[in-house]
């Protein structure tokens, strides 16, 4: 996988990871099922601490871009090559929840 960082940038490293990996997937490079590298790999060629791949794949996750299968690591998850930029809003009793891809 590559990314480069931009170590001088504003930009917190975390989230040039998140931008990088979501392109790489967006830009099909990384396909659905497809195995991400383990966080440790991933912080030992990017040479930055765990935490720092934790925080982007934990972003990543949140948005549902990636999945975690304990045990197995985290993996591009399906739904993505599907749903790019589709908000979906459903009504849960007294409030209305939002849900991004």
Same mark, same amino acid.
């Given at each position: 996988m590559n990314i480069v960082l931009e170590r001088q940038s504003s930009k917190p490293i975390y989230l040039q990871i998140r931008d990088r990996i979501s392109h790489l997937i967006k830009s099909g +490079?990384? $396909?659905a099922g497809d195995r991400l590298p383990?966080?440790?790999a991933l912080a030992e060629s990017l040479q930055v601490n765990k935490l720092t791949i934790i925080e +982007?794949?934990?972003v990543l996750e949140a948005d549902g871009i990636? +999945? +975690?299968r304990q045990g197995s690591g985290y993996f591009v998850s399906s739904v993505?090559?599907?749903c790019n930029n589709l908000t979906l809003f459903c009504h849960s009793g007294s409030s209305i929840i939002k849900? $991004?891809?």
């Open positions: +490079a990384l $396909k383990s966080i440790r +982007a794949y934990s990636i +999945a +975690a993505t090559s599907s849900y $991004k891809c």
